[in-house]
């Protein structure tokens, strides 16, 4: 099983990502250096999976940041940009990377938000509970959380 990481090289992680994604956080990363970490799965050097944890607003809710002060101001991190790259997509990385996370945090509390609903299901499999949806734009999105039992 790969081991969670907390890296200092974000480009390493955002080259990963869909470009999209990595304009989205690439631009605005010395904003967030101090106020996110990057963690990955590592696994003989190749990284499986990724995502970064915020402690501060991340740029895809800066269109509700009063919603995403009211749960940092609760004790809870956001997770954000979770990303396994899709030659070792259906292994369970995912899974792997946020219960990775659980046990490196065992008694905080996240939240994150998400534009698809399908993977709402894969959230609620791991432990997250659905809150409520929020309006983006014309998006509709979900915001889900997580508190350790």
Not at 42 to 55: N, P, T
Request: aromatic fraction near 18%.
């Amino acid at each position: 099983m790969p081991a969670l990481q907390k890296t200092s090289d974000h480009q390493q992680f955002f080259s990963l990502l869909p470009e999209d994604w990595r304009s989205e956080i690439s631009e605005n990363w010395n904003s967030f250096a101090d106020k996110a970490s990057i963690y990955l799965l590592r696994d003989q050097g190749q990284i499986k999976a990724g995502g970064i944890v915020f402690s501060i607003c991340p740029p895809d809710m800066y269109y509700d940041k009063k919603e995403a002060q009211k749960w940092f101001d609760s004790g809870y991190l956001y997770i954000g940009f979770l990303w396994v790259p899709e030659e070792f997509r259906g292994n369970n990385l995912g899974s792997a990377w946020i219960q990775a996370l659980k046990e490196a945090f065992p008694t905080q509390k996240f939240w994150l938000s998400i534009e698809e609903e399908k993977l709402r299901y894969f959230y609620v499999k791991n432990g997250f509970q659905l809150v409520k949806s929020l309006q983006n734009g014309p998006n509709k999105e979900w915001l889900l959380t997580y508190e350790p039992a």
